[in-house]
């Protein structure tokens, strides 16, 4: 069992990583294997993925963190965005991202924190795409239009009730841009969809 003394230091040092490390920069602070599994066997860390350490006890940081580690190419989307735009009021169990199709699957294939991922064409990936801010880190997340024809697309797989709770939440939404929206629409092939859906709100 570690000292405090030592917990306090190794918690010191993930600090600095926002708390998640990889195998090399823990050997770059003389940090190694027996090391690695001395902080598992006490609890202080878990595995992410191989390779990747989340320091547990990390002081109100959030899975946000893990995921800009891990996917900073990568972007928001679906129900991850349906609830910050609040057109849903259900937190999703995973975190949904966009990523480029070509990823390697074992990439996605983490233990912590649960990841839906949804491959897109590398042309479709940055149409959309924002800035937000989820507990105060910041993101990279697709605009409610671009999130509305992502729902469109995927609605067959959808929940029946989230789906219909996000059209009526973009259609009363003020700040929503239906220009954006149909040339959006277009690139993504939805039109037909958002005519019929959307349009009939409007």
Not at 87 to 104: F, G, H, L, Q
Not at 122 to 133: A, H, N, R
Request: positive net charge.
């Amino acid at each position: 069992m570690l000292e405090q003394k030592d917990i306090n230091n190794l918690g010191k040092i993930f600090s600095d990583y926002d708390y998640i490390m990889t195998t090399a920069q823990l050997n770059t602070e003389k940090l190694y294997y027996r090391d690695i599994q001395r902080m598992l066997e006490d609890g202080l860390i878990e595995k992410v993925k191989r390779g990747y350490y989340h320091w547990i006890e990390d002081y109100g940081k959030s899975e946000v963190v893990i995921i800009n580690s891990l996917f900073p190419d990568a972007v928001l989307c679906m129900e991850t965005a349906l609830f910050y735009y609040r057109y849903s009021d259900r937190n999703p169990v995973e975190w949904n991202i966009a990523i480029d199709k070509n990823t390697s699957r074992h990439r996605t294939k983490i233990d912590y924190p649960f990841v839906k991922a949804y491959r897109v064409e590398p042309e479709l990936l940055p149409v959309g795409e924002t800035k937000g801010k989820i507990d105060f880190t910041e993101v990279r997340i697709y605009d409610r239009d671009r999130t509305i024809c992502d729902v469109l697309r995927n609605m067959n797989k959808m929940d029946k009730e989230i789906f219909n709770k996000a059209v009526q939440g973009y259609v009363k939404d003020q700040r929503k841009n239906i220009p954006k929206l149909m040339e959006y629409a277009k690139v993504l092939r939805v039109q037909k969809r958002v005519k019929e859906l959307i349009g009939v709100w409007l």
